[in-house]
Each structure stands twice: as C-alpha cells, then as structure tokens.
C-alpha cells in the first residue's frame, strides 16, 4: 500500500489493450483544457470564433509532428494554449482601419495568422539554440529561474481548477478521491489509470445525480445532452485560412515570448518527471521546432496555437508510465474524435466540475515538480541574488492575474503573468552579480531537472 510504483518506459509490456487505455487517459486529461480554448474564444467573436472540432485536430496532428522532430523520444502532449486568450480577445475588439467594419467571422482568420507568425518565432529561437548550443543557452537558464517558473505553471493554473469545481463541489470530491484512492491503493492496471477512472467513476456519479434531481451550484443541470442530439455522426473539421495584417501579428506574435519560456520550463519539467535528458537528447531546439511547426500550422488553417500540456505530465507523474507511445495513441484519438461531431459533443459533456476535481492533483504535481526541481539542484537560498530571482518569478507569476498591455501603434498588447515571470527573472539572472551556475556540472541535480549532459557520471556518485 502506497509503495514507490517502478517507471515504466516501455508499454509494450503491458499489451497493446492496456497501452490503448492509457492513451485514452491522456486524452482525457487534456481534453477539458483542450475545448475550453475555442468555448472562450467564441465568446469573444460572438460565436464565430474558434471551431472545437478544428482544436482537436490541430491537437492531435500538432502532437505528432512534435513528436516526429523530438525523435519519438518526448512523452508530450500539445493542446490549445491559454497564453493567447487575450490576444484574440484584442483582435476581436479591434474597431479602427481595416477592422472597423469586419464582423466576427471576418476577423477571426487574421488573429489566426497572427499564430502562424508566433509559430515561425519558435523556430527562430530553434536555429540560435543549434548554432550557440544548448550549454549556453541553458547557463541563463539555471534552476533558481526554471524552478519557480514550473511552479507557476502549476499555481497559475490553480484557480481555474477551483473555478471549475465550484461548479458542483460534491462531484469535484468524488472526481478527487476516486483519482487518490486508484493512485494509492490500485493494484495492477487500475494503478496507472487513476485519472480515466476519476472521469469514468465521476461522470456516472453525475449521471446519477441528475437523474436524483440534483443540479449544480447555479441551478443548471450537471449534465447538458442537447448538443449531441443536434450534432452529425461524421463532419470534416470546419477549417478556415489564415490572413495576415501587421496589427494583428503585433497583437499575438508577442506572446509567443512567454510561450517559448513556458516550453523551456514544460520541457524541464517533463525531463524532471520522467528522469530522461530531453534538453540534451533529442534537444531544445528540437523540441521547439516541433512546437513552433505545429503552432504555425495550427494557425495557418484556424486552431489556436499550440503549447506542451501539464496536465498530460501530471499523468505522467501519477501513472509512471513514461512511454511516448501512450501520447501518440492520445493523439490519434484526439485525430479521430474531430471527425466525430456527436463524439466530440458527448466528450464535450464532461461537466467542468469533474475536471476541476481532477485538476486539484495534476495542477499540484505540476508545482510540486518545480519545488523538487530546486531542492533537488540544491539552490542556495542564503545567497540574496537568489532569493531576489525566486522572489520576483514568484510574485509576477501570480500576482499580475491580467498580465500587462501596453500600446504599440493603435494596438495593444498583453504579455501574460507566466511571460512577466519568465522575462523578469532571466534578466535578472544574468545581470545581478554571483552567477556562478555552470550548466552539466551538478550530474545528479541536473538528471532531476532532466538536463544532465553525463548521465553515467551521475549513476555512479
């Protein structure tokens, strides 16, 4: 009862059954995140905004060609980025030159190909990494400014799981326990699916619950079925082309800079998680490249951008099952479901409190990677600098909730509170005095992080 479970990097040895349920986990787990994108934004645009069949495609082919320039070898998922909410809000409220008198519909294509701009940057980033190295780079990148960044990413996302939950915290509770209750005391299979059995056990509890009259905090049923009664059986994506205008790539392009950072650290964090040198082998540049790739081409036919999901590396953490193969298998799922209208609905009905339950977990493990991240890098907390670095990611990464915007032209724009976080605490790193991190030379600190250039090295301390 509540032993350490072995990592398991192979799945095969589990059968291909099992391997497909895992996958069906993933997809799950990124799925509430996922269609909560494209439902945001079309309320920006009045309903002709972001198409949740379009979101999971882009999802799940973005995933796979991360996973083709990764080499196979990272287990990430990539879904809908929330870094970019407020830009589309921007270009949605956007009344002067070309935009005056363009309606919703009109508009959304040029915030889509102000994505594909955001994309082409991470390959920017990509090709300096490759011709500088990842030693480098990474020097400015030490765990003081990594670890709190991850635990942001966690935190950060804290509120939207207590919002979600408070929609009906009755089924929020039964979503958390069940997932404490198979993590701990599962045997077998059970053991590593304990966020599909949070799902599966919960939304039959509300099944019930509706049927008892029961409904949530606001009175609306837990469980709304009209869309799936209304939907088709089979539908192509609605797919759209991306226009380009220099107002509209001023107004998302920028958020690409907190998206890269958010990578660096997601890429930690995975690498963290899994024990694997993902930084290194297949490298950040490679792994930006294919998040980069498949945010462009997101954009480029009417998803939003993409980014590495946490909430796929809480599963990872809870299930210890490491293979990519189980993501890839996610991604096929998420591929199939967007030709499945009525499927996409019914997935679509998982009510927002059972993700909020669930989220409790995976958002915390993200934050707990982070604080692990840094114990485990040994960073010196007695040492000012330090503490100013930490200090500073903390409190930006939290405390500016709607980020700052600021005018260029006619436009404005916001850098989220994670872009804040990132910017002021690698500048900080590299002007303040006493950076003394040297990037490889900490073996064992470095294998937590998932940065480690010896590896072998580290076995043998």
């Known amino acids: ?54 979101t999971l495609f882009f999802a799940g082919i973005g995933t796979l060609l991360f996973h ?60 300096v990494i490759r011709l500088v190295g990842v030693k480098r780079v990474m020097h400015f990148l030490p765990p003081v400014v990594t670890g709190p960044i991850i635990i942001c990413i966690g935190l950060s996302l804290a509120p939207s799981a207590v919002d979600n939950a408070s929609a009906n915290w009755g089924l929020a509770l039964i979503a958390l326990i069940v997932v404490i209750v198979f993590n701990i005391f599962g045997k077998g299979m059970f053991k590593i699916i304990p966020i599909l059995m949070g799902v599966v056990i919960s939304y039959a509890a509300a099944l019930v619950m509706q049927a008892m009259g029961i409904t949530n905090a606001d009175g609306s049923a ?14 192509i994506p609605p797919f759209i082309h991306a226009k380009f205008d220099l107002t509209s790539i001023f107004v998302m392009a920028p958020i690409a800079i907190a998206t890269m950072m958010e990578h660096v650290g997601d890429m930690s964090a995975i690498s963290a ?51 990519p193969r189980v993501v890839r298998i996610a991604a096929i799922y998420a591929v199939i479901v967007s030709f499945i209208p009525k499927m996409a609905d019914l997935i679509g009905t998982m009510p927002t409190a059972i993700i909020g339950g669930i989220s409790f977990i995976l958002y915390g493990m993200i934050s707990a990677i982070g604080v692990r991240n840094v114990v485990e890098n040994k960073v010196d907390f007695t040492r000012s600098r330090n503490l100013i670095v ?38 900080l790193n590299a002007i303040l005095p006493g950076n003394d991190y040297s990037f ?7 294998i937590n992080r998932g940065v480690s250039f010896n590896n072998s090295v580290a076995e043998e301390d």
């Open 1 to 54: 009862m509540g032993e350490k479970k072995q990592a398991i990097y192979d799945a095969s040895v589990l059968g291909k059954p099992k391997m497909a349920v895992l996958g069906l986990q993933h997809m799950f787990a990124m799925f509430g995140a996922t269609i909560l994108v494209p439902i945001l934004v079309n309320g920006y645009f009045g309903g002709d905004g972001l198409s949740v069949q379009v």
């Open 68 to 127: 083709v320039f990764a080499k196979f070898r990272v287990p990430a998922f990539l879904g809908s980025s929330f870094a970019f909410l407020g830009g589309f809000a921007t270009v949605a409220n956007l009344n002067t030159g070309k935009y005056a008198n363009m309606s919703y519909a009109d508009k959304l294509p040029y915030a889509c190909g102000g994505i594909v701009i955001a994309g082409l940057m991470y390959l920017l980033l990509a090709v």
């Open 222 to 235: 837990i469980i709304n079925f009209a869309p799936i009664a209304e939907a088709k059986w089979i539908g």
């Open 273 to 323: 998680t899994t024990g694997k040198n993902f930084i290194e082998d297949p490298g950040l540049h490679r792994t930006l490249f294919g998040d980069g790739l498949a945010t462009a081409l997101a954009g480029l036919f009417g998803g939003p951008a993409n980014t590495t999901y946490g909430e796929n590396t809480g599963v990872l953490e809870l299930s210890k099952v490491y293979d």
């Open 390 to 427: 930490a200090a500073i990611i903390l409190v930006s990464g939290l405390g500016f909730k709607n980020g700052i915007t600021f005018n260029v032209g006619a436009t404005d724009i916001t850098f989220t509170s994670l872009a804040i976080a990132a910017i002021l605490g690698i500048l």
């Open 440 to 446: 490889g030379e900490n073996y064992s600190g470095d």
